[in-house]
């Protein structure tokens, strides 16, 4: 578990600085009175985080095309770009409160998000060793299964996070639909 620990230590702090850089340059951009690539790069962002919902589609469709881990792939990546991009929209920007409601939300959702990967598959691999291990003594499938019951449970209870992560990912859909017709209205577009 140490190792994990290490792991989402070091994402988590990657992931920090990707948001830093993103909201100071943002402010950057903020005072030079740069606002269309503020507001563009909130496009950009939130087309990229609707762009990783494709790895949620491949799950409740098998039939979808590419391969599951290849979305996954996809998912992380643009999540992080979409990020960046998010940190860089808010940049400076202090005035009102839905877009700052959203920002924490996403910040929220992409800490579970993180959490939820690393965790899941490091007790999917801890379970599938230990019953190998299990089994290689000699023991059965059932009677391993029956030795590693409280690593099943915890694997069944860590597959029960995503009924918290979508609600949360379902909340963040309505704040950001709220913060672009707000802004849409009040830019006069």
């Not at 309505?174 to 017709?181: E, F, R, S």
Request: glycine share 10%; hydrophobic share 50%; net charge positive.
């Amino acid at each position: 578990m140490g190792g994990l620990l290490w792991r989402i230590a070091w994402a988590g702090i990657g992931v920090l600085m990707i948001w830093y850089f993103g909201y100071i340059l943002g402010i950057q951009w903020y005072e030079e009175h740069r606002l269309d690539s503020l507001y563009w790069s909130g496009i950009m962002g939130t087309l990229s985080v609707i762009l990783s919902l494709g790895y949620s589609v491949k799950k409740r469709f098998k039939t979808f095309p590419g391969r599951l881990i290849t979305w996954l792939k996809i998912h992380v990546f643009f999540t992080i770009i979409g990020n960046f991009l998010i940190c860089f929209h808010v940049g400076g920007r202090t005035h009102a409160i839905v877009p700052w409601a959203a920002f924490v939300l996403f910040f929220i959702v992409m800490i579970s998000g993180q959490i939820g990967y690393f965790l899941h598959f490091y007790v999917k691999k801890k379970l599938t060793v230990e019953k190998k291990t299990l089994m290689e003594k000699g023991k059965s499938r059932d009677e391993a299964e029956e030795d590693l019951i409280w690593m099943v449970a915890g694997e069944r209870m860590l597959s029960q996070w995503r009924q918290i992560h979508f609600p949360l990912n379902a909340a963040l859909g309505l704040l950001i639909a709220l913060h672009v017709l707000s802004a849409v209205y009040y830019r006069g577009w």
